[in-house]
């Protein structure tokens, strides 16, 4: 795959060469078969039950030719009925079966959508939290939010209804045409000729809206980035006077963003009449050469009645099949931004033979390191440091002096470009992440404390704590008395970012729960 658009990199592009456009569908097929292939058996399933839905319907206008071309005469000539109310209980049979099989494939298909979901809404949950701080630091908190809410749904949608309809109208279409070619061979060959400008005006739509699909994911992510950074920092904001930039700034992202859906709808109007333009002619040849044909006693205007049914029927279809171009183009847009962060890799991956450290006793030990957030970029060059087990040690120095990679690196947020970072003389890539993160806490500057009580913020780092330990690792650091001020002192919840404590109080809660886990 070219690397341009490997993983996340390069996906604000809307201008993707043909190369790269075929290496991101294969991505993204990848995926989708992935994603099916636990479902075989109901896909399977359901393919069956629309064929056959499908062959019952396209029935209809064959049973009318045959009851007005035999039936009807029959009737007329000799007074015989039963022709005439065979073919009605034919007819009626085929159309209660048919919308009966179309019921139970809604269903069927319903399931399999609801399954597909789940499963891909699990996969980007459970992958993004595997994936390494470098990536996270990059990639913004309203992308990740973007790819789980906005792209997801635009897939459902192609699942939920789009892709029952290009399924049902190819295969119905493709049934009326065999069944048109049966009974009357030369009305086919009509709209075999009119399926031509058909493609055309298909072809030019499915291409033209590609691109525009794309920016429109592209704009859509940055409304999303700009909102979810303006309330996440709206402390700042408020503080800083930002509220008319940020509407600024905000106004014209939505205003690119409809521009951009300006431009689908566009895209949309030119195609639909189109494929009505070409639906009208074909019905109209039809019936024009059908009429001389009757003219001249050698068609039958039952048939002609039913070849000009089973055109129509022929184009009704499209009608579905443009709705699901139209949110097909937006799914795969979606479907390559979640591909692409699927495909994304830890850069600090997990070790193959882990080695375990029961007890760690705490010596760090910093072994010729050299570290760079980029290859133009060396924070730390050739650094050594030995910090023996119970020492307690305070950095010093400059802003950007790399005090807080050093921390990272011991946490193993990173690993060094050369050299290694030991605890108890092993190296942390070849330490087993249990015993790493039980032995190493890192306590950051800014005191995240999540949705739920004061109490389970404590023992985040160790879910099974009594209540007991988590009062005395709250006293230890000075926070009990004032938890037992709040509402419900352990049991408060502090809602989302911690917002009903301070800022120091929630540094305190950060510390205990660092207390707790009782690292080395």
């Known amino acids: ?45 359901a393919a069956a039950v629309l064929v056959v839905s499908t062959a019952l319907r396209v029935a209809g206008p064959a049973l009318i030719a045959f009851g007005i071309n035999t039936a009807l005469p029959k009737v007329l000539d000799e007074g015989d009925w039963m022709p005439t109310i065979l073919v009605v209980a034919v007819y009626l049979t085929a159309g209660i079966g048919g919308a009966a099989l179309i019921g139970w494939y809604a269903v069927v298909a319903a399931r399999l959508t609801q399954a597909v979901m789940l499963d891909l809404r699990k996969r980007i949950f459970l992958h993004t939290q595997r994936l390494s701080l470098e990536f996270h630091e990059s990639y913004t908190s309203g992308r990740i939010i973007s790819r789980q809410t906005s792209d997801l749904d635009s897939i459902r949608e192609l699942l939920d209804g789009g892709l029952n309809e290009l399924v049902s109208g190819v295969l119905y279409g493709g049934f009326t045409l065999v069944a048109l070619l049966l009974l009357d061979w030369q009305s086919g060959v009509i709209l075999l000729v009119m399926g031509i400008p058909l493609w055309f005006i298909m072809r030019w739509f499915y291409l033209s809206s590609q691109r525009v699909y794309r920016e429109s994911r592209v704009v859509s992510a940055k409304v999303i980035v700009k909102f979810v950074e303006t309330m996440t920092g709206i402390r700042a904001v408020k503080a800083f006077r930002k509220e008319g930039r940020n509407d600024e700034e905000f106004g014209d992202l939505s205003s690119q963003y409809r521009d951009v859906n300006l431009r689908s709808i566009k895209l949309f109007g030119v195609f639909e009449p189109g494929m009505m333009a070409v639906a009208a002619v074909s019905v109209a040849l039809v019936l024009m050469w059908g009429g001389v044909r009757v003219a001249e006693g050698s068609l039958l205007v039952g048939t002609l009645l039913a070849a000009v049914l089973y055109v129509r029927n022929f184009f009704s279809p499209l009608q579905e099949i443009a709705f699901f171009l139209n949110s097909y183009q937006s799914a795969t847009a979606a479907l390559e931004k979640v591909s692409g962060v699927l495909e994304e890799e830890p850069t600090v991956p997990d070790p193959q033979k882990p080695v375990d450290l029961w007890t760690a006793r705490g010596h760090v030990e910093f072994d010729e390191v050299t570290f760079g957030y980029s290859d133009d970029r060396i924070i730390l060059p050739h650094f050594s440091l030995d910090i023996p087990a119970g020492q307690t040690v305070a950095l010093v120095g400059t802003t950007g002096a790399g005090k807080s990679t050093l921390a990272k690196l011991v946490s193993r947020f990173y690993d060094p470009s050369r050299g290694a970072v030991k605890l108890d003389g092993v190296d942390l890539r070849l330490l087993h992440p249990k015993d790493l993160r039980r032995a190493i806490v890192m306590v950051t500057q800014e005191a995240y404390l999540f949705s739920g009580t004061v109490a389970d913020n404590i023992a985040l780092g160790k879910p099974d704590a009594t209540m007991d330990e988590i009062r ?18 352990y049991g408060t919840d502090v809602n989302k970012r911690g917002g009903r404590v301070s800022a120091g109080q929630r540094q305190l809660i950060s510390f205990a729960r660092a207390f707790l886990a009782d690292p080395a």
Do not use: C, K, N
């Open 1 to 45: 795959m070219s690397t341009t658009v490997s993983g996340t990199s390069g996906e604000d592009r809307s201008d993707y060469t043909r190369e790269e456009s075929r290496s991101i569908r294969q991505r993204s097929l990848r995926l989708l078969g992935s994603l099916v292939q636990p479902l075989r058996v109901q896909l399977v399933l």
């Open 472 to 489: 005395a690792a709250a006293r230890a650091v000075g926070a009990d008395a004032f938890i037992e001020r709040l509402p419900d002192g």
